[in-house]
């Protein structure tokens, strides 16, 4: 049975709760797809309204923490040593579309540290867990990320950049970054939630994810998840600064550092093919 920490109980039952308003605003969404304004307005309501509920419920048991959230920003609090970090819908674009691939996550930092993670997915009722020296569980299954070594073997999930994300040089250096990858392995994919690909690597279903640009939202759960399954993440420089960068790449020990390698020499190649300004 996992570990629990009284944190983990919290954070556990605000996003099951904000869970059930989220499926039933989902289906109302699917309703809104042949509309002729479509579900855009709708959903960024139901994000908020989301949003609402886990501060709500968070603030409620735990009155003095700070809170950074996608939508609301930072929400000061008198205990400096604790920081709640939630996005509570990462694949906004997939709830859009009607596609059931979306998640709340929940992470809680002490002392600066990462101690627990939530990634829920409602639709699926998947919950996954982790607490800092206690493991990482998808509902009561512990998880650990796969064992495979060689990068012909390794499924990676990445993020696209998308209208409005990155500059023209980070979209040719992800350009650059997927052709060395898709030369080097079998397969990619791009399901557009990143705390969710962060919390399928931990489950081993994926062998590696990265991506550039992220917020602390996408991916503070997540990078405990799978640090807590045995896997490593770090920035693309191969440091710990994921949170500030907005840039990761997660893998077991053995495909990280020939991944690191691989897209470290591909960001190379697109600067010093990109025209001196
Ligand atoms: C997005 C998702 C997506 C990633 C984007 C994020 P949102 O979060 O995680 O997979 O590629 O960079 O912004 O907007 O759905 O919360
Ligand atoms: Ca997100
Ligand atoms: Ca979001």
Same mark, same amino acid.
């Given at each position: 049975?996992?570990?629990?920490?009284?944190?983990?109980?919290?954070?556990?039952?605000?996003?099951? !709760?904000?869970?059930? !308003?989220?499926?039933?605003?989902? +289906?109302?969404?699917?309703?809104?797809?042949?509309?002729?304004?479509? /579900?855009?307005?709708?959903?960024?309501?139901?994000?908020?309204?989301?949003?609402?509920?886990?501060?709500?419920?968070?603030?409620?048991?735990? /009155? +003095?923490?700070?809170?950074?959230?996608? *939508?609301?920003?930072?929400?000061? +609090? /008198?205990?400096?040593?604790?920081?709640?970090?939630?996005?509570?819908?990462?694949?906004?674009?997939?709830?859009?579309?009607?596609?059931?691939?979306?998640?709340?996550?929940?992470?809680? *930092?002490?002392?600066?540290?990462?101690?627990?993670?939530?990634?829920?997915?409602?639709?699926?009722?998947?919950?996954?867990?982790?607490?800092?020296?206690?493991?990482?569980?998808?509902?009561?299954?512990?998880?650990?990320?796969?064992?495979?070594?060689?990068?012909?073997?390794?499924?990676?999930?990445?993020?696209? /950049?998308?209208?409005?994300?990155?500059?023209?040089?980070?979209?040719?250096?992800?350009?650059?970054?997927?052709?060395?990858?898709?030369?080097?392995?079998?397969?990619?994919?791009?399901?557009?939630?990143?705390?969710?690909?962060?919390?399928?690597?931990?489950?081993?279903?994926?062998?590696?994810?990265?991506?550039?640009?992220?917020?602390?939202?996408?991916?503070?759960?997540?990078?405990?998840?799978?640090?807590?399954?045995?896997?490593?993440?770090?920035?693309?420089?191969?440091?710990?600064?994921?949170?500030?960068?907005?840039?990761?790449?997660?893998?077991?020990?053995?495909?990280?550092?020939?991944?690191? !390698?691989?897209?470290?020499?591909?960001?190379?190649?697109?600067?010093?093919?990109?025209?001196?300004?």
């Amino acid at each position: 049975m996992p570990y629990l920490s009284p944190a983990l109980n919290v954070m556990t039952s605000a996003a099951r !709760k904000a869970g059930r !308003k989220l499926i039933r605003d989902f +289906g109302e969404v699917e309703n809104l797809q042949i509309s002729l304004k479509g /579900p855009a307005d709708f959903v960024s309501v139901a994000d908020k309204r989301t949003e609402r509920i886990l501060i709500e419920e968070l603030q409620r048991a735990r /009155p +003095g923490y700070p809170i950074l959230s996608e *939508e609301a920003g930072l929400l000061d +609090g /008198p205990d400096k040593s604790h920081r709640f970090i939630i996005d509570p819908l990462d694949g906004t674009t997939n709830f859009l579309h009607g596609i059931p691939h979306f998640a709340i996550s929940i992470a809680l *930092e002490r002392e600066g540290q990462l101690v627990s993670g939530v990634i829920y997915n409602p639709i699926s009722d998947d919950l996954f867990i982790a607490e800092r020296h206690h493991g990482a569980y998808l509902n009561d299954t512990r998880l650990r990320v796969a064992a495979r070594k060689q990068l012909n073997t390794c499924l990676s999930a990445t993020g696209i /950049p998308f209208l409005g994300r990155g500059t023209p040089d980070d979209q040719e250096r992800f350009l650059t970054e997927l052709r060395a990858v898709i030369e080097a392995t079998p397969g990619i994919r791009r399901f557009g939630s990143a705390a969710l690909d962060l919390a399928w690597v931990a489950a081993g279903r994926y062998d590696a994810f990265w991506e550039h640009g992220l917020k602390p939202w996408d991916i503070a759960a997540g990078i405990l998840m799978v640090r807590e399954a045995q896997g490593v993440a770090t920035d693309l420089n191969g440091g710990e600064r994921m949170l500030e960068s907005g840039d990761i790449l997660v893998a077991n020990e053995q495909l990280h550092p020939q991944l690191l !390698k691989l897209l470290k020499s591909a960001g190379r190649q697109a600067s010093s093919a990109a025209p001196a300004t």
